[in-house]
């Protein structure tokens, strides 16, 4: 039987957590970070956590995780 293939987009953007929530980073952070406010790039740097009516999908697109 061959193994499962996980989605590579998906496993580059999404990482479990110990207990087998979803973590994700947060977006606007990729460029013209100068136009931001220091509190907004403050937020930005701290990871996330998918909402749990996503989670499901996640888990699907990668089969590995919790």
């Known amino acids: 039987m061959p193994k499962m293939k996980s989605n590579r987009a998906a496993a580059k953007r999404f990482r ?3 207990k087998g929530r979803v973590r994700r980073s947060k977006a ?3 460029h013209i970070l100068t136009s931001k406010t220091r509190r907004q790039k403050r937020r930005i740097r ?3 956590m998918v909402h749990p009516t996503n989670e499901g999908r996640i888990k699907i697109l ?3 995780g919790k």
């Open 62 to 64: 990668l089969p590995y």
């Open 16 to 18: 479990f957590t110990g």
């Open 46 to 48: 701290k990871n996330d």
């Open 28 to 30: 606007y952070g990729g």
